[in-house]
C-alpha cells in the first residue's frame, strides 16, 4: 500500500523536523485524489492506522499525534468517521494483547483525539468496556441492556393498528372511497390523500388496507387507470415485497382441494404484473401445483395416449371387450372428481388476456411444450391475442375480395404486443405466438384462415421479382419462418380439426404456390413426425387408423358412394395416415384398386397431393423388395402401386411433377423398376397403351391417323384422355423431365443388361428390359402425338447430337427424332402450298418433295458420323435417313380399318335409333357424336391417301441412289438387315410391320442393286440366333415381322399370276448375283414361280429346323421365346403336313417335360399346341406345295449361289435346302465370298453340257451334282447302274448312298412302307412290255407293304390309303407338268424310274437297313437333344407320303431280280457313253464335298448330314422332318466312303438319289402312271433323242 510506505521510519524519527510535513503532504495528495475514491479511503484509512499504530507500539507520542490528526481531519468531510473505524480496529486490537502499555497508549490516543470524533460516533463503533474506561459511559452493563430493549421495541414489538373487526367505520369510509362513483374528475392522487388521512385518523392497518384497494380493484376491473396508479403510489409508502406477499396470500387461500380461484385474481394479479409492480418470480412460488407436479402430469397423458393406441391396435376377443369397457367406466367414475387448480395456467389465461405476452411467454417456457395451450381457455386467448395483433396486415392483404369480415378491436392496453403493419412485423411475435400454439391453433379456425391467407399474400409477393436484394434476403427469412410454422403449427392444427373441408382448400390455396419439393417435406414430417410430438396427436393417428380399417373392411364396387364419403371426412384432417392405410391394402389386395379409386372423389386438393406424396413414399419405402421371392418377377406390391397410380392421376387433379421426377430419379440411379408406374400413368392418362397382345386389326389401326388409332387401335376405349393427357404435359414441361426422361429410358436400356443385370435372373432382365423399352416407346408416342411442332422441335436434339453425346441407342434416337422430322417435312409442306397456289397433284408432289428435301438433307450428313464410312460404301446415308424416319403412315393407307371404324360407327347409329328407352335429345346428341366421327374418319383416310401418294412419289425418284452396293448384293443385304430391319423390326410391333412393308416396298420399287430373294433367304434361313438373343416382347415383334414377311411371300407363292406380276420383272428376283449394275432382262436370269416355290418350301424346311432346334436346347430363353414366335406366324406357317407334324410332336413334348418344371413354358407350349393342332386341316401334303421332281432337274443347272444363306439362285436355293438350312449365319457368309468370286466363272460356264453347280454349301453342291449324274447316267446307262449294283454286296453301295446322302437313313426310318412304295416305283418303270405289269403291281406292293411294316403299320396304312385316295384330277396334272418336263430335260423322269429298281435286295442288305434303322429309331433328332421314340414313329408315318424312295426289302426277292435284269439290260448302253463324264462329275462333287466338310463347324455336320439326307429328294421334295435325326459319325464315314468309291458307288448313290427325288411325289399311283408314260416316250424316241434332250437340258441348266 502507498501508505505503508508512506512512514517510513525516518519520517517518524524526525517527526518534528519532516515527518509530520511530509505524513500531511501525503493526506493532502491522497484527498485531492477523486478519480480512484474507493482505493483513495482505503489509502486514507491505511496512513491513519500505521500513524496511530506508531503512537500504540510508542515511537510517536500521543499529543504529537493528536496535533496532526488536527489537521489532517480537515481535508476531507468523512474524515471523523474513518478516523473512528481505525481506533475501532485498533480498539479489537489492543484488547486481545496482554501487553498493558499498548493499551494505555490507545486510550491516550483516543482520549487526546475526542474533540475530533463526536461521542456518538464513537459509541457505535467502539466497545462498551472501551467506552467505559475513556469516560464516555458509566457502566458498560447498564448500556448493554439498553441497548437490548430498544432493538426490542424496534423490530420486534407490534404496533397496535385498528384491525376491522374492533372498529370498523375507518374501513368503511376506506370503502365508500374506493367505491365512489370514478367517472368525474376524481384521480389516484386525490383518493391516496384520502386514504392516508383515513390510515392517520383510525389508526388503520397499511396491509389490509392494501389488501381492501385490491379487493375492490377484483370488483371494479374495468377501471385499471385509476386502480394502477393508486397502487403504484400507495406502494411507496410500503416495503416492495408486501404487494406480492398479500396478492400471494390471497392466492394460498384458494388452494384448498375444491377452491377454485376466481378470474378476478389472476386478472388483477395480471395488470400488475404487466405494470411491472410485482415480479412474476416473486409471485410464481405462490402458486400452485409445482412444476414437478405439471411434468409429471404431462408424462402420464403421453402414457395414456400410448395405452390408447395399443389398445386400438390389439385385437380384442368379444368376450374380454366387456370387460375392458366396465374397467373403463370404473376409472372414468373416478375421475370425476375435480383437480384443484391450477393457478399457474389461470394467470396465463389472464396475461394472454390482458395482453401482457412477455410474462406469458416465460410462464409457458417453465411448462412442457404446448402443455399450457392444450388448455383450451389458454388457446383461445393466446389465438385471440394473435387476432388483434395481425389485424391491421390481414385487413390490408388478407381479406379476400368481396369478403367484409367483422373488424377486431384492438387491446384498449399500450402494453400490449404491437400490431403487425407488415410481414416483417409478423417475424417478431406473431409467429413465436403461433408457435406456442402449435397444434391447438386448431380451436380457431377463423385465425387458421387468416394465418393461411396472409401467407398466400406473402408467397404472392415472394414470388413477384420486384425486390431489391435486401428484401430478398429478408423475404427468404420469412419464407423459411413460414414454412415452420406450416410444419409446426398449420398441419398439426388440420390434424384436430374436425373434418373441415374448408380449412384444407384454405390451406391449399396457399401450399399450391410452395414448389412440390416442400410440400411434400412438409407433408413428410407431418406423417412421421408430428403425429409422435403430442399425445392428443398421437390418439387421434390411432383414431385415424382404426376408423381406416373399419371403412375398408367394408369398401366394396357397390358401396363406393358412402364409403368415399366416409373416406373424404377423414381425409379433411388426418390424410397422410389414412392414405398410408389404404395404400398398405391396396398393395397387399389388388381388387381393391377400382373401388378405392373411385371413392377418392370426395377430397379436397390438397388431400390428392397428399396422395401424390404418399404414394411417392410408398414407392420409395427401401424396406420393401421390389422382386418376388423367385427373384424372376416384379413384385405384386410395386404392381399395384403402379396400376393404382395410372387410374389415381387420370382421375383426379394431382400434381405429376413430384411422380415424374421420382421415376427420372430412380432411373439416374440406375434403377428401372419404377418404370413401371410411368408407364401406367401414360397408358391410363393419355390413352397409349403398349401391349404385345394386339391383334392385326388394332395393328392395322395403329398405321392410321390418330382418329383411327384413338377408335381401333386400343383395347380399352379409353375416352375423354383430351384434359389427362394436357396435364401430364404440362407437367412434363413445366419441369423439363420429357426429354431427361426419354433419354435417361433410352440409355437405361442397356443398363438393364449390364448394370441392374448382375446377379438377377435372366427372365427378370428380360422383363426389365421389356418394360423399360416399351415404356420409352409408349413415351416417346406421347410426346410425338402431344407436343406441339415448336415444342417437340426444341426439345429434341439432332440426331448426332442424340447418338454421339447422349449415348441414346440409334433406334431409340430415330424414334425421337421421327416425329420432328413429320412435322417439319409437313410445316415446310404447307408454307410452300400457300407461297404459290398451284393445286396440280404435280405440283403438290414437287413441292413436297422439295420440303423433304430440306428437312432431311441435314440428317442425310447426320447419320454419317453413325456408323463407320465402309457402311456407306453399300447403302447410301439417304436410303438410311429414309428408312428410319418414315412410319407404316407413311407407306400405305389402312383402308380397310377405316371401313371397319366407321361400319362399327353405322351399326352404333343404327342402335340408337332402335333403342326406344334413350330420350330424344340424348339420342340427337349421340347420333351427332357418331356422325362427327364418321366425318373425321373419312377425311383422315382422305388425307393419308394422299400423303402416301406423296411419299410414295418420293421413294420413286429417290431409290436409284439408295443402294450402292460398291463390294457386293450380298453384302449390301447384310448391312441393310443388320443396321435397318434387325433394329427396328423389334422395337414395336407397328415397325415390325413397317419392316416387313419396306422390304417388298423396296423390292416394288425395283430398286437396283436390291436381291429380295437374298433379303427374304437371310430373314428366314437362321433364326436361331436372332431368336435367342430377344427378350420376351422382342420375340413377338420379330414374330411378327416374320409373320407378315411370310405373308408377302405365301401371296407370291400361292399363285403363278401373282407371282409373274409382282416378281417375275424384278431386279429382286435375278438369279445371277454380280456385284453391280446389272438389271436382269435376260428372263433366264428370272427365277421362275416354280423353283420359287421350292425356294419357300426350304425356308419352310429352315424355320421348322430352327424351332425344333430352339425347342430342344432345353433353355428357357429359347423355347419361350420360339414358341412366342411360332404363334405370331401361325396364318403362314406350317403349311407343309409333315412340317407341322414334326413341330408338333416337338411341342408336345415340352408341354409333358415342362408341365411341373416351369409352369409359364408349359403354358405357352399347351397354347401353341392347341392353336396347331386348328390349322391342321390348312395343310397341305408336301407335294401340293411344291413339285418336287421336274423342276429339280430343270434348275439343277441354273443358278449360282452367292448368298449368305444359300439365297442365291432359286435352283440351288431349292434344290440345297439343306444347304443352307446346315450351315449358320457366319459360315455362309464366309462361303458366300468365297463363292461369290466362283459364281461369275461359273456362269459362264453354266451353257456347257456338263451341268456344273456352284454353290455355297459343299453339300448341297454335291446334291445338285448327284441329281445331274444321276439324271446323265439314268439317260445313258441304267442298266449299268443295275448291273453294278447288283455285282457289289448290297449292304456297301446302300450304306454309301446313305453316307452321301445322308437321307436314306431317316427315311429308313421312316418305314417299311415307304421301301415298299419305293419298289413300287421301281418296278414301274420297265420297258414297254411290262408297263402293264408295273401298273398291276403298285397294288400288290402296297398290300405287301401292308403287311410287312412292322413298327408302325397302322399310321403308314392310314397315310397309304391317303395316296390311293388321291384325286385322278391331280394325277393328269402331274402327268402333264412331266411330259413337259421330260421334253426339257431328257429323260430325268424315266430314269428316275428305272433307277430305283437297280439295286438288288439281297437278304444281308434287308437286314442291314433294319439295323440302320432302329438305330435311327433310337437316335437323337437334329439339334442334339434326344428325341422321344414315338415321335420319330410319328414323323415315319407322315413322311412316308413324302419319302417312298428308300429301297424296300419288302417285296419278294424273285420279283425283284426280274424287274432288275429289265431295267440292267436298258441302262447298260446308256451307262457306257456316260461312263467318262460320270467319272468327272464325281470328282467334281468329291472336290465340293470335302470343301464343305472343312468350312461347316463339326456341331453342324451332324445337322448338315441329316439334311443333305433331306435335300437330295427334297430338292423339292421337303427333306424329312427335322426330328428325324441320322447318325452323324457313320453318315461321314458313309461319305467319304462313297466319295473315293469308284464308279460303281458313285452311281449307285445316284441312283439312290433319283429314287428319292421321284419319291417326293405326292402319291404312288400318280408317279407309276407318270413313269409309265416317261418310259413309254423313251423307247419311242431312242437313244439318240435322249442324248439330243440330254444336251438340250444341259444347256437349260
Known sequence: MAAAGALPAEWIKNWEKSGKSEFLQLCRTLSENKSHENVTFRDIQQALYELANHVVKGNLKHDQASNVLSDVIEFRDDMSSILADVFCILDIETSCLEEKSKRDHFTQLVLACLYLVSDTVLKERLDPETLESLGLIKQSQQFNQKSVKIKTKLFYKQQKFNLLREENEGYAKLIAELGQDLSGNITSDLILENIKSLIGCFN???????????????????????????????????????????????????????????????????????????????????????????????????????????????????????????????????????????????????????????????????????YATSHKPIAIALCQLVHVTIEPLYRRVGVPKGAKGSPIS???????????????????????????????????????????????????????????????????????????????????????????????????????????????????????????????????????????????????????????????????????????????????????????????????????????????????????????????????????????????????????????????????????????????????????????????????????????????????????????????????????????LCLLMAQQRNGVIFQEGGEKHLKLVGKLYDQCHDTLVQFGGFLASNLSTEDYIKRVPSIDVLCNEFHTPHDAAFFLSRPMYAHHISSKYDELKKAEKGNKQQHKVHKYITSCEVVMAPVHDAVISLHLPKVWDDISPQFYATFWSLTMYDLAVPHNSYDREVNKLKVQMKAIDDNQEMPPNKKKKEKERCTALQDKLLEEEKKQLEHVQRVLQRLKLEKDNWLLAKSTKNETITKFLQLCIFPRCIFSAIDAVYCAHFVELVHQQKTPNFSTLLCYDRVFSDIIY?????????????????????????????????????????????????????????????????????????????????????????????????????????????????????????????????????????????GYSGQLKSRKPYMVPENEFHHKDPPARNAVAATVQNGPGGAGLPASLTINAAKLEESTAEETVDKLKEKTQGAVKVINKAANATPKVTTSNGNSASNSKIIKEKDDKEKSGKEKDKEKKEKTPAAIPEAKALGKDGKDKPKEERANKDDKSRETKEKTPKSDKEKEKAKKEEKTPKDEKSKTVVTNAESKFAAEKEREKEPSRERDVAKDMKSKENIKGGEKLSVAGSLKSPVPRSETSESEREQKRRKVDTHSSPSHSSTVKDNLCELKDSSAKHYINHTTPALSKSKEREVDKKDLDKSRERSREREKKDEKDRKDRKRDHSNSDREVPQDSTKRRKEENGTTGSSKHSKSESPSDSPHSNEKEKEKNKSKSSGKEKGDSVKTEKMEKSSSGSKKESRHDKEKTEKKEKRDSAGGKEEKKHHKSSDKHR
Not at 490 to 514: H, I, Q, R, V
Request: proline share 4%.
Open 204 to 370: 388503520l392497518d397499511p396491509n389490509r388496507v392494501l389488501d381492501i384497494i385490491l379487493e375492490v380493484y377484483e370488483c371494479r376491473p374495468e377501471y385499471d387507470e385509476f386502480f394502477v396508479p393508486l397502487i403504484e403510489s400507495y406502494m411507496y409508502m410500503c416495503e416492495p415485497q408486501t404487494l406480492c406477499h398479500i396478492l400471494g396470500f390471497k392466492f394460498k387461500f384458494y388452494q384448498e382441494p375444491n377452491g377454485e380461484t376466481p378470474s378476478s385474481l389472476y386478472r388483477v394479479a395480471a395488470v400488475l404484473l404487466q405494470h411491472n409492480l410485482i415480479d412474476l418470480e416473486d409471485l410464481y412460488v405462490h402458486l400452485l401445483p409445482v412444476d414437478n407436479a405439471i411434468l409429471e402430469e404431462h408424462k402420464r397423458e403421453i402414457v395414456e395416449a400410448k395405452q390408447i393406441v395399443r389398445k386400438l391396435t390389439m385385437v380384442v376377443l368379444s368376450s374380454e371387450k366387456t370387460e375392458e369397457k366396465e374397467k373403463e367406466k370404473d376409472k372414468e367414475e373416478e375421475k370425476t372428481e375435480k383437480p384443484p387448480d391450477n393457478q399457474k395456467l389461470g394467470l396465463l389465461e389472464a396475461l394472454l388476456k390482458v395482453g401482457d405476452w412477455q410474462h406469458a411467454q416465460s410462464i409457458m417456457d417453465q411448462m412442457p411444450p404446448f
Open 1026 to 1166: 436372332t431368336v435367342a438373343s430377344c427378350t420376351e416382347n422382342e420375340a413377338s415383334r420379330y414374330g411378327r415381322f416374320l409373320c407378315c414377311m411370310l405373308e408377302t411371300v405365301t401371296r407370291w407363292h400361292s399363285d403363278r399370276n401373282i407371282y409373274e406380276k409382282e416378281c417375275g420383272n424384278y431386279p429382286g428376283f435375278l438369279t445371277i448375283l454380280r456385284a453391280t449394275g446389272f438389271d436382269g432382262g435376260n428372263k433366264a436370269d428370272q427365277l421362275d414361280y416354280e423353283n420359287f416355290r421350292h425356294v419357300v418350301h426350304k425356308w419352310h424346311y429352315k424355320l421348322t429346323k430352327a424351332s425344333v432346334h430352339c425347342l430342344e436346347t432345353g433353355e428357357y430363353t429359347h423355347i419361350r421365346n420360339i414358341l412366342i414366335v411360332l404363334t405370331k406366324i401361325l396364318p403362314w406357317y406350317p403349311k407343309v403336313l409333315n412340317l407341322g407334324q414334326a413341330l408338333e410332336r416337338r411341342v408336345h413334348k415340352i408341354c409333358q417335360e415342362e408341365k411341373e418344371k416351369r409352369p409359364d413354358l408349359y403354358a405357352l407350349a399347351m
Open 410 to 740: 384492438n387491446l384498449q392496453n399500450k402494453r400490449a404486443p404491437k400490431q403487425a403493419e407488415s410481414f416483417e412485423d409478423l417475424r417478431k411475435e406473431v409467429f413465436n405466438m403461433l408457435c406456442y400454439l402449435g397444434p391447438h391453433l386448431s380451436h380457431d379456425p377463423i385465425l387458421f384462415a387468416k394465418v393461411v391467407r396472409l401467407g398466400k399474400a406473402f408467397m404472392k409477393e415472394f414470388q413477384s421479382d420486384g425486390n431489391k436484394q435486401e428484401d430478398k434476403e429478408k423475404m427468404e427469412i420469412l419464407f423459411s419462418c413460414l414454412l415452420n410454422i406450416t410444419d409446426q403449427v398449420l398441419l398439426p392444427s388440420l390434424t384436430l380439426m374436425d373434418c373441415n373441408a374448408c380449412m384444407s382448400e384454405e390451406l391449399w390455396g396457399m401450399f399450391k404456390t410452395f414448389p412440390y419439393q416442400y410440400r411434400y417435406r412438409l407433408y413428410g414430417q407431418w406423417k412421421n413426425e408430428t403425429y409422435n410430438s403430442h399425445p392428443l396427436l398421437v390418439k387421434v393417428k390411432a383414431q385415424t387408423i382404426d376408423r381406416a380399417k373399419y371403412i375398408m373392411k367394408r369398401l366394396t364396387k357397390e358401396n363406393v358412394k358412402p364409403s368415399g364419403r366416409q373416406i373424404g371426412k377423414l381425409s379433411h384432417s388426418n390424410p397422410t395416415i389414412l392414405f398410408d392405410y389404404i395404400l398398405s391394402q391396396i398393395q397387399k389386395y389388388d381388387n381393391l384398386i377400382t373401388p378405392v379409386v373411385d371413392s377418392l372423389k370426395y377430397l379436397t386438393s390438397l388431400n390428392y397431393d397428399v396422395l401424390a406424396y404418399c404414394i411417392i413414399e410408398a414407392l420409395a419405402n427401401p424396406e420393401k423388395e421390389r422382386m418376388k421371392h423367385d427373384d424372376t418377377t416384379i413384385s405384386s406390391w410395386l404392381q399395384s402401386l403402379a396400376s393404382f397410380c395410372g387410374a389415381v392421376f387420370r382421375k383426379y387433379p394431382i400434381e405429376l411433377a413430384g411422380l415424374l421426377q421420382y421415376v427420372a430419379n430412380q432411373l439416374k440411379a440406375g434403377k428401372s423398376f419404377d418404370l413401371l408406374i410411368l408407364k401406367e400413368v401414360v397408358q391410363k392418362m393419355a390413352g397409349i397403351e403398349i401391349t404385345e397382345e394386339m391383334t392385326m386389326e388394332q395393328l392395322e389401326a395403329m398405321t392410321g391417323g390418330e382418329q383411327l388409332k384413338a377408335e381401333g387401335g386400343y383395347f380399352g376405349q379409353i375416352r375423354n384422355t383430351k384434359k389427362s393427357s394436357q396435364r401430364l404435359k404440362d407437367a412434363l414441361l413445366d419441369h423439363d423431365l420429357a426429354l431427361p
